[in-house]
């Protein structure tokens, strides 16, 4: 599908998101000084930036699929001032946001002093956070946030198995029969997974589901997290995934590299809930169910799609389950 086919690009829709945008920047007593730009477009989501005499403004808007992410981020905006980018104004039937600007993303700055130590300092901050979370589940699933927690997610990884068209089977970037056979008889050592990691009772809160290095802004020397949209409520330690991919991305390291120090630092304030040792063997079952959650979450958005955007984006949802697949091999 083309970008003049989507939502987000049509006269209308775009005149009416510029006229709220106008209108809450006046509660504020800001003025739009320039033209409104759409530097991120894609079928799920969208930003504009908007220029103003004190500095650029963002606006986000969502598929109704995503609308959780509006309810969140406003909360999390309340809840936790200094782990978020500031909110200016939500509309949750919408699924608008307004924001201030986050500052400079933490890619910019690691891939110019290629220095591990910002996520050693940020982590833990992260950890925190989800730590105080665990403790306002309920209102993150009243927010619409998926749940996914380790007793659903072994039905979720069934369903997902059950939706072949999905999975492209025997098709260019999809699974073969073969790897399929292999995932449906992995069904009953997911639920072994699952009970085995929840026997370390760490609590269950906000996984981020997209928390690499452009989903962290730096501003007067705070971190802020920003992009909740692929969120969920599941095991925290899921959100390590991504992390390190994100490391390999921009500072050249070798695939499936995972620093100890790094894993150290985010694992610390998880001590008052297990040991390291016993912390470190719930992150290497975790580390082997993330990549189920990641498919799940694109399986989430994806099949919402026009026929045409699912055929476009159907590739994640089988790398991913390819990539548990090959980490149950590896172990054995």
Known sequence: MRNQELPWTQPEWLEEASAWVHGELERHGLRVSGPIEQPHLRPWATVLRVPTAAGAVYFKATVPILAHEVALTAALARWHTHYTVPVLAADLDRHWLLLADGGTTLREIIRADHDLRHWKTLLPLYAELQIELAARLPELLRFGTPDRRLHQLPLQYERLLDDTNALHLDQPGGLTAGEYQQLRGLSAYVTELCEQLASYHVPESLHHGDFHDANIFVRDGQFRFFDWGDSCVTHP???LRTVFVSMEMS???????EP?????????????????????????????????????????????????LQMEYAEPVPALLQEFLGLQLKAR
């Open 237 to 239: 330690f899921f959100s």
């Open 251 to 257: 500072l050249g390291l070798d695939e499936g590299s």
């Open 260 to 308: 100890s120090d790094v894993l150290d630092a985010y694992l610390e304030p998880w001590t008052r809930f297990g040991s390291r040792v016993e912390l470190h063997a719930a992150y290497k079952l975790a580390r082997q169910l993330a990549a189920i959650c990641s498919a799940l979450t694109w399986h989430r958005v994806v099949s919402t799609l026009a026929p045409a």
